[in-house]
């Protein structure tokens, strides 16, 4: 017979069992569910341990734990002391019936077995969601530990800058966490009040007993503790503003909301006080009239009283009021986008240069750039990427040495095309081809008879011309938009390229790229990661495989260092060579006191730009080596004090800009994404006076796109669409900025930068004359400066716009395109390049012509627009002559245009405005004549008669040659 205590026991036995094992059962559940996250978790620090970048993966970690624990551990202690007090403290008053209240008859019973368990897990559950969300802050606690100075102080509270950007932004955060950690703790207090019978919602006794009321009492001061801090912060926070004329603290912010906020510091204080206070009196009264007039004073000083003196003090006097804060803001604004030291230069921008004068600019000229990388695209990938898995995904516009002379190129990096692989078996996509090959090379200043580029390294089996950089490692692995994984150096040969003859040329990486797959652990991690059986039971995978995981650079590098903002516009350099890519990578921040936010509406929507700051630096330049993937992080601003705190951080990952090897510092050139932004804020912030940037009469904005592609198309415009799909809005679109070789004024040498154009700011963008050239310059990286070209106020002079219409303005030009743009030919006009000459100014503009059918851009004709002087010749040369009736050696035609003139029986040192071709077509000689025309008129208004008898003299030679030259009499009407 059997004891009725063993039967209890033996059920609490098997309820234990069973308690057990359903813990263990949902224990393998969770680390099955859990182990692709921990195979990526893995993985992931394997990938950081190949870079060698450890450091960054351990620290970044380091930083999130030390915040989710810290936070999650601090309130689950506040929350369990709070909880613990509450359940300890006994009602005095007979307690509720159970039968009125099922969940507080629930808790009872639940407290008899277990007394701790509710409040335990109860701090347990709310901590975890409380405190893991701290970890987001990381990058703010890294500087926050990491402060540098930047030995500038703001104006209004005279503290450095890097309390503002240091400091402010993680005590605001700890002061929102406390907030919120300190309500939800109230929250779960007053509940477990509730559930304990301390306060009841039914009876004749007290429904609050006093000792609740003091426990309440102790947090709501706390609260007014955390919240008076909390007062005192946002008033440094008035320095980023956005309620003045422009950002920063103004009239209103300092004159009323700032005195307001130092009042609710001691209004706050005070509501703590009562608070305090009544711990010992344990009533409602005081509690209610602290929370009372807190809430009043904060509506009236903070809202109502700010909107007063805004309405009637400022608005009606705003140029005045406003001005000081303006200063200020300038000021910031000039500092945060590095504006402070543009090198400004007056720029006449004229047109007087003679016919021999135009020699002198030789070099100039010759370095003009005429093949645009984005049109040019098509040509290089329909005659180099020879196989149909290679294809050149973008190309990039530098300058390199060729025989000795600084010649612009457009260089693209022939890659793999994995979608278009002979066949997407598993071998193929992640063993066999496994890379791209080799680079092309073109000068962008040339062009070839046929209207095709003149390719200095090319072809496979590579082939280089005389002067073609050297290139000894063309494998590339790691490039543009390359997603996905492959297995290098395995059991299965890579395919290099294919020889004429149908074979392989084929290789086995011998590079430190990728993460060697040297254990069945590794394996197993990475057929997790990608769900992918192969890489674990692969016979072509062995112990010396690479597994490459990363291969796109942009995504290599922002996983690598998700600290800094990068631009869009990654660019390849041959160097040593070997194939690198170079990364523009950016500091920011907008806490910069003052600062005005970026306007970021003319950057291209791949930026890591595209976001809200008022403080950059391109403090990094990140070069990776195509072949091995390894990435150099070098700083190019040493004085950011951000990087420094980065460096301090992760010591080891960054490097100083003296160590990259000369071959690559003399390819690193001004970042496109932050001149655009520059360039753009630079229009209202080259003026430093208060009073005229109130006035905005001096401000300028970039020029309109003088549109690149069909010439029938307005400018061009950018189109806000709705969620539907549908156009809402539109505008026109800035000129974006153009890569190209140039000379200053005032200097010799020609220089490889960046060019934008300004106009004034005017309704619609009517006016369109220029009135200033920004560019940016780079010294091997690391001088890079800005250059503001500025013309004479006053002066009409054409900026891009206007010199564009004047091309589709001229009758034979327009004539000539309608002919090419017809019968499945398609005219393309490329970018319209700014050319400085001395005091002078011109634009070129490339005309392509490609098939309808078959897109194969090709230059057939060279736009140039000197003043009111339009020409167009089948080359640069040739249009020059048109102009100023010499040819220029060294520049692009200059043997056709030079042959022709001796076929003809001519000099090319005659100083007559133009020599005519024999031969030349009827609308050529019309342009030529009307250009002539308006130089007689120009030279008869300013007296110079003998000028104007030259140039009728010959518009008379020039139509004689033409009557000659054709079959039949050709009538020609001047405009006029």
């Known amino acids: 017979m059997r004891v009725p205590g063993d039967i209890v026991q033996r059920r609490g036995d098997s309820s234990k069992r069973q308690v057990v094992i359903v813990l263990v059962v949902a224990a393998l559940v969770v680390l099955i569910l859990s182990l692709r996250g921990i195979a990526v978790f893995y993985t992931d620090y394997l990938w950081f341990r190949s870079i060698n970048l450890s450091v960054v993966w351990r620290n970044t970690l380091f930083a999130k734990l030390e915040l989710a624990g810290a936070f999650t551990v601090g309130f689950f202690v506040l929350s369990l002391i709070s909880l613990t007090i509450a359940d300890k403290m006994q009602t005095q008053v007979p307690p509720v ?19 701790r368990l509710l409040r335990v897990l109860a701090s347990l559950v709310a901590a975890l969601i409380v405190g893991s969300g701290a970890s987001a802050q990381w990058k703010s606690f890294i500087l926050f530990q990491h402060s540098v100075p930047f030995h500038k102080v703001d104006p209004q509270f005279h503290m450095d800058y890097s309390f503002f950007v240091f400091k402010l932004p993680f005590l605001m955060f700890l002061v929102r966490w406390s907030f919120l950690a300190l309500v939800i703790i109230f929250i779960l207090t007053t509940g477990l009040y509730y559930l304990n019978g301390n306060i009841r919602s039914q009876g004749r006794a007290p429904r609050v007993s006093p000792k609740v009321k003091a426990h309440m009492s102790v947090l709501l001061a706390l609260l007014a503790i955390v919240k008076a801090y909390g007062y005192y912060l946002q008033r440094f926070q008035l320095d980023t503003s956005t309620s003045g004329y422009v950002e920063g603290a103004a009239y209103t912010d300092v004159h009323a909301l700032l005195p307001a906020l130092t009042l609710l510091v001691f209004i706050s204080l005070g509501a703590g006080v009562l608070f305090v206070i009544n711990i010992r009196r344990q009533g409602w009264v005081l509690p209610l009239i602290g929370l009372g007039l807190w809430a009043f004073l904060s509506l009236v000083l903070g809202a109502i009283y700010p909107a007063i003196i805004q309405q009637f003090v400022v608005q009606p006097a705003q140029g005045t009021k406003e001005l000081p804060y303006i200063a200020r803001n300038i000021e910031a604004t000039r500092y945060g986008m590095s504006l402070e030291n543009v090198q400004t230069q007056n720029y006449n921008a004229s047109q007087n240069i003679s016919g021999q004068g135009i020699r002198a600019y030789a070099k100039t000229l010759a370095g003009v750039r005429l093949w645009d990388a984005s049109v040019a695209l098509p040509t290089f990938d329909k005659l180099q990427d020879i196989r149909s898995y290679y294809h050149f995904n973008s190309l990039a516009v530098d300058d390199y040495s060729i025989d000795g002379t600084k010649t612009p190129i457009i260089l693209g990096i022939r890659q793999l095309n994995s979608s278009n692989l002979p066949s997407q078996s598993w071998v193929n996509l992640h063993l066999q081809y496994t890379h791209g090959y080799g680079a092309v090379v ?19 089996p590579p082939s280089a011309q005389s002067g073609a950089p050297s290139l000894t490692q063309p494998q590339v692995y790691y490039s543009l938009n390359n997603p996905g994984y492959v297995i290098a150096n395995s059991r299965q040969p890579e395919i290099d390229y294919q020889v004429p003859s149908g074979l392989s040329v084929e290789t086995h990486y011998a590079g430190s790229g990728g993460v060697r797959l040297s254990s069945t652990l590794i394996k197993a991690a990475f057929a997790l990661r990608y769900g992918d059986i192969n890489i674990l039971i692969s016979s072509l995978v062995d112990t010396n495989s690479r597994l490459m995981l990363r291969r796109d650079i942009q995504v290599e590098a922002q996983d690598a260092a998700p600290f800094l903002k990068f631009g869009s516009n990654p660019y390849p350099v041959i160097a040593n060579g070997s194939i690198y890519w170079v990364q523009n990578a950016y500091t920011t921040t907008s806490q910069l006191p003052y600062g005005q936010a970026a306007d970021v509406s003319n950057l291209s929507p791949s930026s890591g730009l595209n976001a809200y700051f008022n403080y950059v630096r391109n403090s990094v330049k990140v070069v990776t080596n195509a072949y091995t993937g390894q990435m150099t992080f070098y700083v190019s601003d040493p004085r950011d004090p951000i990087i420094r705190a980065y460096e ?34 630079y229009g209202k912030y080259h003026v430093t006076n208060a009073s005229n940037f109130y006035s905005a009469g001096s401000a300028w904005t970039l020029s309109p796109n003088p549109g690149n592609g069909s010439p029938s198309a307005a400018l061009s415009q950018t189109v806000t669409t709705n969620a539907a799909g549908f156009p809402v809005s539109s505008q026109i679109s800035a000129m974006p900025p153009l890569y190209e070789q140039l000379t200053l004024p005032n200097s010799d040498e020609p220089h490889f930068g960046i060019v934008e154009a300004f106009v004034p700011i005017s309704q619609t963008q009517v006016q369109q004359n220029l009135t200033a050239v920004m560019v940016g310059l780079s010294d091997g990286g690391t001088n890079q400066r800005l250059v ?13 716009g206007l010199a564009a219409a004047r091309i589709t303005a001229q009758t034979a030009i327009s004539q000539e395109i309608s002919l090419l743009d017809q019968h499945g030919s398609q005219v393309q006009l490329g970018s319209l390049m700014i050319v400085p000459l001395g005091q002078n100014l011109m634009y070129v503009r490339p005309l392509y012509v490609a098939s309808t059918q078959n897109q194969l851009p090709e230059i057939k004709q060279v736009i140039v627009v000197y003043g009111t002087q339009v020409a167009m010749e089948p080359t640069l040369a040739g249009a020059l002559n048109d102009i100023f009736g010499v040819n220029i050696p060294g520049v692009q035609g200059y043997n056709q245009v030079a042959a022709a003139s001796q076929g003809n029986g001519s000099s090319t040192s005659q100083s007559v405005p133009v020599t005519p071709v024999a031969g030349e077509k009827s609308s050529s000689v019309i342009s030529k004549a009307a250009n002539l025309y308006l130089q007689a008129q120009a030279a008869l208004k300013s007296g110079n008669l003998a000028l104007y008898q030259q140039d009728i003299d010959a518009i008379g030679a020039l139509l004689g040659v033409n009557n000659s030259s054709t079959s039949s009499t050709t009538s020609t009407t001047l405009p006029g």
């Open 97 to 115: 019936d159970a039968n009125k209240d099922e969940l507080v008859a629930r808790y009872g019973q639940s407290k008899e077995r277990h007394p």
């Open 442 to 460: 073109a000068p962008a200043n040339k062009v070839n008879s046929d209207g095709n580029p003149n390719f200095l390294l090319a072809n496979l």
């Open 648 to 681: 301090a951080e992760f010591p080891g990952v960054f490097k100083p800009m003296s160590q990259m090897s000369q071959a690559l510092r003399s390819h690193m050139r001004y970042p496109e994404d932050l001149f655009v932004v520059q360039s753009t804020m």
């Open 788 to 800: 503001s070209l500025v013309t004479p106020s006053g002066e009409q002079i054409d900026g891009p």
